[in-house]
Protein backbone atom coordinates (compact mmCIF):
# COMPACT_ATOMS: atom_id res chain seq x y z
CA UNK A 1 0.00 0.00 0.00
CA UNK A 2 1.73 3.15 -1.00
CA UNK A 3 -0.34 5.38 1.71
CA UNK A 4 -1.45 4.21 4.76
CA UNK A 5 -3.16 6.85 7.26
CA UNK A 6 -3.98 4.81 10.60
CA UNK A 7 -5.99 5.76 13.48
CA UNK A 8 -4.67 9.74 13.54
CA UNK A 9 -5.85 12.59 15.22
CA UNK A 10 -5.36 16.03 15.98
CA UNK A 11 -6.40 18.83 18.78
CA UNK A 12 -5.78 22.72 18.41
CA UNK A 13 -6.55 23.97 22.08
CA UNK A 14 -9.61 21.69 22.90
CA UNK A 15 -11.55 21.23 19.25
CA UNK A 16 -10.67 17.98 18.27
CA UNK A 17 -10.34 18.57 14.44
CA UNK A 18 -9.76 14.93 13.34
CA UNK A 19 -10.67 12.08 15.35
CA UNK A 20 -9.61 8.47 14.57
CA UNK A 21 -9.15 8.84 10.58
CA UNK A 22 -8.03 6.26 8.46
CA UNK A 23 -7.32 5.69 4.74
CA UNK A 24 -5.30 3.75 2.38
CA UNK A 25 -4.35 4.94 -1.23
CA UNK A 26 -3.07 2.76 -3.09
CA UNK A 27 -0.82 3.37 -6.89
CA UNK A 28 -3.71 5.41 -9.55
CA UNK A 29 -6.52 5.61 -6.84
CA UNK A 30 -7.88 8.35 -6.37
CA UNK A 31 -9.79 9.35 -2.85
CA UNK A 32 -12.06 11.90 -2.17
CA UNK A 33 -12.75 13.72 1.13
CA UNK A 34 -16.01 15.50 1.34
CA UNK A 35 -17.90 17.06 4.47
CA UNK A 36 -19.13 20.29 5.60
CA UNK A 37 -16.88 23.78 6.33
CA UNK A 38 -14.60 22.58 9.83
CA UNK A 39 -15.23 19.15 9.18
CA UNK A 40 -11.45 18.44 9.88
CA UNK A 41 -9.87 17.89 5.91
CA UNK A 42 -7.53 20.56 5.77
CA UNK A 43 -6.36 19.39 8.93
CA UNK A 44 -5.92 15.94 7.71
CA UNK A 45 -3.85 17.14 4.88
CA UNK A 46 -1.60 19.44 6.97
CA UNK A 47 -1.28 16.14 9.19
CA UNK A 48 -0.34 14.19 6.49
CA UNK A 49 2.11 16.47 4.61
CA UNK A 50 3.67 17.41 7.97
CA UNK A 51 2.28 20.93 8.23
CA UNK A 52 1.27 19.37 11.88
CA UNK A 53 2.26 16.50 13.87
CA UNK A 54 -0.40 14.13 14.61
CA UNK A 55 -1.47 14.00 18.54
CA UNK A 56 -1.97 9.98 17.78
CA UNK A 57 -1.77 7.73 14.83
CA UNK A 58 0.34 6.81 12.08
CA UNK A 59 0.88 7.52 8.87
CA UNK A 60 2.82 5.14 6.25
CA UNK A 61 4.62 6.17 2.69
CA UNK A 62 5.56 2.84 1.50
CA UNK A 63 6.03 1.10 4.48
CA UNK A 64 8.52 4.07 6.27
CA UNK A 65 6.74 5.61 8.84
CA UNK A 66 6.87 9.25 7.88
CA UNK A 67 4.72 10.29 11.07
CA UNK A 68 7.01 12.54 13.07
CA UNK A 69 9.01 14.23 9.89
CA UNK A 70 9.01 17.57 9.66
CA UNK A 71 7.38 18.86 6.25
CA UNK A 72 10.36 19.33 3.89
CA UNK A 73 11.40 15.87 4.78
CA UNK A 74 8.10 14.46 3.66
CA UNK A 75 7.78 16.83 0.34
CA UNK A 76 11.42 14.83 -0.02
CA UNK A 77 10.25 11.50 0.25
CA UNK A 78 6.94 12.32 -2.29
CA UNK A 79 4.19 13.74 -0.53
CA UNK A 80 3.35 16.74 -2.81
CA UNK A 81 0.19 19.00 -2.32
CA UNK A 82 -1.65 22.08 -3.07
CA UNK A 83 -3.64 24.38 -1.20
CA UNK A 84 -7.34 25.54 -0.63
CA UNK A 85 -6.00 29.32 -0.85
CA UNK A 86 -3.73 29.41 -3.79
CA UNK A 87 -0.57 30.47 -2.73
CA UNK A 88 1.73 31.68 -5.74
CA UNK A 89 4.67 34.33 -5.12
CA UNK A 90 3.81 37.81 -7.04
CA UNK A 91 6.39 39.42 -8.95
CA UNK A 92 8.23 36.07 -9.46
CA UNK A 93 7.52 34.85 -13.15
CA UNK A 94 5.48 31.46 -13.82
CA UNK A 95 8.33 29.50 -14.14
CA UNK A 96 10.12 30.75 -11.48
CA UNK A 97 7.17 30.06 -9.30
CA UNK A 98 7.67 26.60 -10.35
CA UNK A 99 11.72 26.33 -9.76
CA UNK A 100 11.14 27.33 -6.17
CA UNK A 101 9.96 23.86 -5.55
CA UNK A 102 13.20 22.36 -7.29
CA UNK A 103 15.97 20.99 -4.97
CA UNK A 104 19.14 20.43 -6.42
CA UNK A 105 20.42 16.98 -6.63
CA UNK A 106 24.13 17.22 -6.26
CA UNK A 107 25.02 20.69 -3.72
CA UNK A 108 26.92 23.40 -4.61
CA UNK A 109 30.69 23.73 -3.12
CA UNK A 110 30.46 26.95 -1.21
CA UNK A 111 32.64 28.64 -4.55
CA UNK A 112 29.56 27.37 -6.22
CA UNK A 113 26.97 29.20 -4.03
CA UNK A 114 28.54 32.45 -5.01
CA UNK A 115 30.38 31.81 -8.97
CA UNK A 116 28.30 29.92 -11.45
CA UNK A 117 30.49 26.97 -11.63
CA UNK A 118 29.73 24.25 -14.33
CA UNK A 119 28.17 21.94 -11.78
CA UNK A 120 25.76 24.64 -10.57
CA UNK A 121 24.91 25.55 -14.07
CA UNK A 122 24.31 22.08 -15.04
CA UNK A 123 21.77 21.84 -12.21
CA UNK A 124 19.91 24.81 -12.86
CA UNK A 125 19.77 23.80 -16.34
CA UNK A 126 18.11 20.62 -15.88
CA UNK A 127 15.82 22.18 -12.95
CA UNK A 128 14.48 24.58 -15.59
CA UNK A 129 14.24 21.92 -17.86
CA UNK A 130 11.85 19.42 -15.57
CA UNK A 131 9.83 23.12 -14.86
CA UNK A 132 8.63 23.38 -18.49
CA UNK A 133 8.53 19.98 -18.67
CA UNK A 134 5.96 20.16 -15.72
CA UNK A 135 4.12 23.07 -17.04
CA UNK A 136 3.77 21.44 -20.68
CA UNK A 137 2.25 18.88 -19.17
CA UNK A 138 -0.31 21.16 -17.13
CA UNK A 139 -0.39 22.70 -20.39
CA UNK A 140 0.99 25.89 -19.06
CA UNK A 141 4.24 26.14 -21.60
CA UNK A 142 2.89 28.97 -23.87
CA UNK A 143 2.98 31.16 -20.52
CA UNK A 144 6.20 30.21 -18.34
CA UNK A 145 7.41 33.74 -18.23
CA UNK A 146 4.01 35.44 -17.80
CA UNK A 147 3.32 36.73 -13.95
CA UNK A 148 0.85 34.45 -12.14
CA UNK A 149 -1.54 36.93 -11.64
CA UNK A 150 -2.49 37.73 -15.12
CA UNK A 151 -3.24 33.99 -15.62
CA UNK A 152 -7.25 32.76 -15.44
CA UNK A 153 -8.19 31.50 -12.10
CA UNK A 154 -8.14 27.80 -13.70
CA UNK A 155 -4.21 28.46 -14.78
CA UNK A 156 -3.20 29.46 -11.06
CA UNK A 157 -4.61 25.98 -10.19
CA UNK A 158 -2.85 24.10 -12.51
CA UNK A 159 0.33 26.33 -11.74
CA UNK A 160 0.14 24.98 -8.08
CA UNK A 161 -0.16 21.50 -9.47
CA UNK A 162 2.99 21.45 -11.41
CA UNK A 163 4.39 23.37 -8.57
CA UNK A 164 3.52 19.90 -6.53
CA UNK A 165 4.79 17.86 -9.38
CA UNK A 166 7.98 19.09 -9.06
CA UNK A 167 8.53 16.58 -5.41
CA UNK A 168 8.15 13.96 -8.11
CA UNK A 169 5.64 12.49 -5.73
CA UNK A 170 4.35 9.42 -4.80
CA UNK A 171 1.17 10.78 -3.32
CA UNK A 172 -0.61 14.27 -4.48
CA UNK A 173 -2.46 16.01 -1.94
CA UNK A 174 -5.23 18.38 -3.85
CA UNK A 175 -7.48 20.62 -1.42
CA UNK A 176 -10.17 22.22 -3.08
CA UNK A 177 -8.73 22.19 -6.36
CA UNK A 178 -12.35 23.16 -7.82
CA UNK A 179 -12.99 26.04 -5.84
CA UNK A 180 -13.09 29.36 -7.51
CA UNK A 181 -13.63 27.53 -11.22
CA UNK A 182 -16.21 28.00 -13.62
CA UNK A 183 -17.69 25.08 -14.78
CA UNK A 184 -15.90 25.02 -18.36
CA UNK A 185 -12.50 25.35 -15.90
CA UNK A 186 -14.00 22.29 -13.69
CA UNK A 187 -14.25 20.03 -16.63
CA UNK A 188 -10.81 21.03 -17.76
CA UNK A 189 -9.18 20.11 -14.16
CA UNK A 190 -10.73 16.98 -13.77
CA UNK A 191 -9.80 15.84 -17.17
CA UNK A 192 -5.70 16.85 -15.82
CA UNK A 193 -6.11 15.28 -12.57
CA UNK A 194 -7.37 12.04 -14.13
CA UNK A 195 -4.78 12.16 -16.97
CA UNK A 196 -1.46 13.20 -13.93
CA UNK A 197 -3.45 9.60 -12.29
CA UNK A 198 -3.18 7.69 -15.04
CA UNK A 199 0.32 8.82 -16.45
CA UNK A 200 2.37 8.85 -13.22
CA UNK A 201 0.55 6.27 -11.62
CA UNK A 202 0.52 8.26 -8.29
CA UNK A 203 -2.18 8.07 -5.29
CA UNK A 204 -4.02 11.18 -5.84
CA UNK A 205 -6.68 12.37 -2.19
CA UNK A 206 -8.73 15.43 -3.32
CA UNK A 207 -10.71 17.55 -0.66
CA UNK A 208 -13.62 18.60 -2.71
CA UNK A 209 -16.95 20.80 -2.01
CA UNK A 210 -17.74 20.62 -6.15
CA UNK A 211 -19.48 17.00 -6.06
CA UNK A 212 -19.81 16.82 -9.56
CA UNK A 213 -15.74 16.64 -9.71
CA UNK A 214 -15.51 14.39 -6.61
CA UNK A 215 -18.15 11.96 -7.28
CA UNK A 216 -17.08 11.78 -10.87
CA UNK A 217 -13.38 10.75 -10.32
CA UNK A 218 -13.00 9.09 -7.04
CA UNK A 219 -12.65 5.15 -6.86
CA UNK A 220 -13.47 6.02 -2.87
CA UNK A 221 -14.66 8.56 -0.87
CA UNK A 222 -14.25 9.60 2.83
CA UNK A 223 -16.89 11.59 4.38
CA UNK A 224 -15.93 13.54 7.15
CA UNK A 225 -18.19 15.49 9.45
CA UNK A 226 -17.29 17.16 12.87
CA UNK A 227 -13.63 15.44 12.72
CA UNK A 228 -15.33 11.85 12.30
CA UNK A 229 -15.68 9.67 9.19
CA UNK A 230 -19.37 9.15 8.84
CA UNK A 231 -19.10 7.22 6.10
CA UNK A 232 -16.90 5.55 3.07
CA UNK A 233 -17.53 3.71 0.05
CA UNK A 234 -17.86 4.34 -3.52
CA UNK A 235 -19.64 7.42 -5.02
CA UNK A 236 -22.74 5.64 -4.88
CA UNK A 237 -22.74 3.97 -1.28
CA UNK A 238 -21.56 7.33 0.38
CA UNK A 239 -24.39 9.08 -1.70
CA UNK A 240 -27.27 6.41 -0.20
CA UNK A 241 -25.54 6.21 2.87
CA UNK A 242 -28.24 7.74 5.44
CA UNK A 243 -25.57 9.49 7.95
CA UNK A 244 -23.59 11.16 4.68
CA UNK A 245 -27.21 12.38 3.19
CA UNK A 246 -28.29 13.79 7.24
CA UNK A 247 -24.93 15.66 7.35
CA UNK A 248 -25.28 17.08 3.89
CA UNK A 249 -29.06 18.35 4.59
CA UNK A 250 -28.53 19.78 8.12
CA UNK A 251 -25.75 21.51 6.52
CA UNK A 252 -28.00 22.76 3.96
CA UNK A 253 -30.49 23.72 6.08
CA UNK A 254 -28.37 25.66 8.39
CA UNK A 255 -27.04 27.84 5.10
CA UNK A 256 -31.11 27.87 4.16
CA UNK A 257 -31.92 29.41 7.91
N1 LIG B 1 -4.11 25.90 13.14
C1 LIG B 1 -5.27 25.82 13.75
N2 LIG B 1 -5.46 26.36 14.97
C2 LIG B 1 -6.65 26.26 15.61
N3 LIG B 1 -7.74 25.64 15.11
C3 LIG B 1 -7.61 25.08 13.91
C4 LIG B 1 -6.40 25.13 13.16
N4 LIG B 1 -6.59 24.49 11.98
C5 LIG B 1 -7.86 24.05 11.99
N5 LIG B 1 -8.47 24.40 13.14
C6 LIG B 1 -9.85 24.10 13.52
O1 LIG B 1 -10.08 22.74 13.26
C7 LIG B 1 -11.39 22.54 12.72
C8 LIG B 1 -11.29 21.86 11.37
O2 LIG B 1 -10.71 22.77 10.44
P1 LIG B 1 -10.31 22.35 8.96
O3 LIG B 1 -9.75 23.57 8.29
O4 LIG B 1 -9.46 21.15 9.01
O5 LIG B 1 -11.73 21.98 8.34
P2 LIG B 1 -12.17 21.78 6.83
O6 LIG B 1 -13.07 20.60 6.80
O7 LIG B 1 -10.96 21.76 5.95
O8 LIG B 1 -13.02 23.11 6.56
P3 LIG B 1 -13.30 23.89 5.18
O9 LIG B 1 -14.11 23.01 4.30
O10 LIG B 1 -14.06 25.10 5.64
O11 LIG B 1 -11.96 24.24 4.61
C9 LIG B 1 -12.04 23.91 12.67
O12 LIG B 1 -12.82 24.07 13.83
C10 LIG B 1 -10.86 24.85 12.65
O13 LIG B 1 -11.19 26.10 13.20
Redesign the pocket.
Given at each position: MLLQVSNIS?N??G????KDFSVTVDKGEIVG?I????????????VISGV?TADEGSILLSGQNVTKLPQHEITKLGIGRTF?NIRLFKGLSIIENVMCAFDPQSKYSFIGSIIPTPKRKAEEKRGKELCEHYLEIVGLKDYINEAPENLAYGYQRRLEIARALMCNPKVLLL??PAAGLNPTEVGELTELILKLSKDFGFATML?E?RLELVMGISHKIVV?NF?KTIGVGTPKEVQNNPAVIEAYLGAEEEDNA
Open positions: KFGVQATIGPNGAGKTTIFNYQDEIHQG
